[in-house]
């Protein structure tokens, strides 16, 4: 019985690793959370206050958001928001904004 926890687990993870591999939006949708701040496709308004985060470099996004995540960069609610996404999930949304211009 001890044995069947661990194979359970590992097959969730699995079907969950596969069905977001499944999702050719995957990357978009979890961008699209960002659009109420950063703007669609992350081109912030101007004169807003905040990073458009379109064509950023990725490495360069990823850090900001695990400076928010880690609470080394003060924010009003991106910390909050950070800490609901993985680090694959992260990885995405960093990279689908890279891609725009």
Known sequence: MKLRTPIVALSLMALAGAAQAADPNLARNLAATCANCHGTNGNALKGAGLDSLSGMEKGKILQKIADYKSGDKPASIMHQISKGYTDA?????AGYFAAQK
Not at 89 to 93: E, L, N, R, T
């Open 89 to 93: 999930q992260m990885d995405m949304i």
